[in-house]
């Protein structure tokens, strides 16, 4: 019994584990299920962040590009209507419109390859780092011109002249719209509306009157590849009505260069440059040949393609000025007199020669003062002054000397100017410091020193000033080897301190001695520093009907000529100049400058300088000296100011 009943507990147990069975199964696959669930859920929400991450980042690629552009595209109109600016005007045209037009300048901006009419990025070359891009939306872009103002000067109908800095008011509106574009085609769009505002000062084109001394050297007539120009140094303003050229100067036999310290200007768009005897066209500042090289020193560049500058029109103006000081040709003073010379009866009138022999037109020769019987000046009635000495026939000789001249005891500086002709030497001295004038000749007639000096009026107040016209040449005789022609003293200066000069000839003028300033305006070097202060004594050599000569008598090493010189004639056809074909100068040296119809050959010059007096630059120059009216343009000129867009509007019409 007992055994019975272990074995039925036995059995109860066991079946109690084979209930219990399974329960660790389940407990694990729900475990799971949920760790499953769980990771699920945890990738969704990952995947869900990113891709909400990913849109924004995109969206706000694309907005970030479209605003950028649009900052592009806005730039871009400014630029391209800075650029587009007149510079000139005539006021009768009607508005001053951009060139290109504003529409031109909107198809430019809209264009798919030189615009943005298709997606570019606003980072070029950086682009990989900046994949977003953007594009101008063209059929909701525009771009043009509203209004301007002052409206009659706009419209053309004002028959108002424009005064100094009229401004043009220009009002330019836009409506921009840009659509930025990210890496996965995110598109947004942004839209601007605005307006370009920008002002044009007008200004009147203006004429100015130049004195032809403001020049280092001025051609009117010197053709391309014409003939190789003389090397040196040389200052100042230079300019050609057509072209320049230049030689190798070891080729030429020279070691000399070509130093330009000032700007170098002409016409055509092209100089020569002489390698031996071939001529090669360029419009480079250098030219190389094999193993010849040109290679001028521009320090003030070179500027070609310019507009001509124009000579003058009056070639009488200069024997007016011996009787009146004005020179005639609208000259200052009141009752300014006409461009026409002076009648036979005027010069009658008013000059006599040494003797008391008034002039006729009769005389062969001779040196004429407006002075009369009781040895007084001669002053014309509306003026009250006089302005030089009159020369008629051929000079032989001329000389200028820096005197002094002895007064009650006391030394005054003095310019003394001596004339002969055949046996005939009369002289005219000019005490600076007492103010008195006299003439002389070697017959024996001989003035008193008569109060007044002649006077410069062409500012409209009196300025010391002589004006020496000689209606023939003055001319040298080379075969005589002698001192003949124009020329300073064998020793010393030629032109006196406080004394300005100007020898005018109908004819050729040989100059065969040195002719220096008793105070020199600018050293002569390279650096070309003008005196302090500056000298007032001045010299002018001016020829309308024929050459400037540097004749020496014999081969000498140098030659100086302190002065401004001028050859040229409004003559169609006239090709005046100066020149050195006769004995050999090493070295000539000018101070001053030099005008003239044509650049001629220099065959006995070694070197040349030219040191530019650059007391001329403001308006000083020899008494009248020849001017020219140099217009600055044809048109007005236009000062565009700075452009500042201003923004109306913008919105991002992706986020509305």
């Keep these: 019994m007992i055994e019975d009943n272990y074995m039925t507990n036995n059995n109860g147990r066991n079946s109690g584990s084979k209930r219990n069975r399974g329960v660790a199964l389940i407990t694990a696959l729900l475990l799971l299920s949920l760790f499953t669930v769980m990771t699920l859920s945890m990738v969704i929400a990952t995947t869900s962040d990113t891709l909400i991450d990913g849109y924004y980042r995109n969206a706000r690629g694309s907005f970030y590009a479209a605003d950028s552009g649009m900052n592009v595209a806005r730039q871009y109109l400014v630029n391209q209507i800075f650029a587009s600016l007149p510079t000139t005007y005539t006021p009768s045209s009607g508005v001053p419109q951009l060139s290109p037009s504003a529409a031109t300048i909107l198809t430019n901006l809209e264009n798919s390859s030189t615009g943005f009419g298709g997606y570019k990025s606003t980072l070029g070359s950086q682009a990989a780092s900046w994949p977003e891009t953007f594009t101008i939306d063209s059929a909701k872009t525009t771009f043009g011109l509203a209004s301007c103002s002052p409206t009659p000067l706009c419209s053309g109908t004002s028959t108002t002249a424009i005064t100094a800095a009229t401004p043009y008011i220009y009002h330019y509106p836009y409506h921009l719209t840009v659509d930025g574009q990210s890496r996965s085609g995110e598109v947004n769009v942004v839209e601007?509306?605005?307006?370009?505002?920008?002002?044009?000062?007008?200004?009147p084109s203006t004429s100015t009157t130049t004195s032809f001394a403001a020049y280092g050297t001025l051609f009117d007539q010197y053709a391309l590849c014409s003939a190789p120009f003389v090397a040196g140094t040389m200052s100042g303003k230079f300019f050609s009505n057509q072209s320049w050229n230049f030689g190798d100067s070891s080729a030429l036999g020279s070691s000399t260069k070509y130093i330009f310290t000032g700007e170098v200007g002409a016409h055509d768009s092209q100089v020569g440059y002489f390698h031996g005897n071939s001529c090669t066209p360029s419009s480079a500042t250098s030219d190389t040949n094999g193993s010849s090289t040109i290679n001028p020193t521009f320090s003030g560049g070179l500027a070609l393609g310019k507009g001509t500058i124009p000579l003058p029109t009056d070639s009488y103006n200069q024997e007016k000025a011996v009787l009146d000081g004005l020179g005639g040709c609208g000259a200052a003073g009141s009752g300014a007199p006409s461009c026409t010379p002076p009648t036979s009866t005027q010069l009658a009138t008013a000059l006599k020669n040494a003797a008391g022999a008034a002039w006729s037109t009769s005389t062969s020769s001779g040196v004429f003062l407006p002075y009369n019987g009781s040895n007084t000046l001669t002053l014309d009635g509306t003026t009250g002054h006089f302005g030089g000495v009159y020369v008629q026939g051929n000079v032989d000789q001329m000389?200028?000397?820096?005197?002094?001249?002895?007064?009650?005891?006391?030394?005054?500086?003095?310019q003394l100017i001596t004339i002969k002709q055949g046996s005939t030497t009369t002289s005219i001295t000019l005490d600076l410091d007492g103010g008195t004038?006299?003439?002389?000749?070697?017959?024996?007639?001989?003035?008193?020193?008569?109060?007044?000096?002649p006077d410069d009026m062409t500012s409209g107040s009196p300025v010391e000033g002589c004006m020496v016209y000689v209606t023939?040449?003055?001319?040298?005789?080379?075969?005589?080897?002698?001192?003949?022609?124009?020329s300073g003293p064998s020793s010393g200066a030629a032109i006196q301190d406080n004394s300005g000069v100007t020898i005018t000839s109908g004819g050729?003028?040989?100059?065969?001695?040195?002719?220096?300033?008793?105070?020199?305006p600018v050293t002569l070097t390279t650096a070309d520093t003008p005196t302090t202060p500056p000298p007032t004594n001045v010299l002018g050599i001016f020829t309308t009907g024929g050459n400037i000569q540097f004749q020496p008598p014999t081969d000498v090493s140098t030659l100086e000529i302190d002065a401004s010189m001028a050859t040229f004639s409004t003559t169609s056809g006239s090709s005046y100049g100066i020149t050195a074909t006769w004995n050999n100068i090493g070295t000539l040296n000018i101070v001053g400058g030099r005008v003239q119809n044509k650049a001629l050959n220099g065959s006995s010059l070694g070197a040349r300088n030219i040191y530019f007096d650059q007391r001329f630059?403001?308006?000083?120059?020899?008494?009248?000296?020849?001017?020219?009216?140099?217009?600055?343009?044809?048109?007005?000129?236009?000062?565009?100011?700075?452009?500042?867009?201003?923004?109306?509007?913008?919105?991002?019409?992706?986020?509305?």
């Design 472 to 486: 023939g040449n003055i001319s040298s005789n080379p075969s005589a080897n002698a001192p003949t022609g124009l």
């Design 192 to 203: 601007e509306w605005g307006q370009i505002d920008f002002t044009i000062n007008m200004n």
């Design 399 to 414: 000389t200028l000397t820096a005197s002094t001249v002895s007064v009650s005891g006391a030394t005054h500086k003095a």
């Design 437 to 453: 004038t006299q003439i002389s000749d070697n017959l024996g007639h001989i003035s008193p020193a008569m109060p007044g000096l």
């Design 508 to 520: 050729t003028i040989s100059v065969t001695g040195n002719i220096t300033y008793s105070t020199e």
């Design 617 to 656: 630059l403001n308006g000083f120059a020899p008494p009248w000296f020849p001017t020219t009216t140099i217009t600055s343009t044809t048109t007005n000129t236009a000062s565009p100011q700075p452009i500042t867009p201003t923004r109306f509007s913008w919105v991002n019409t992706s986020a509305q």
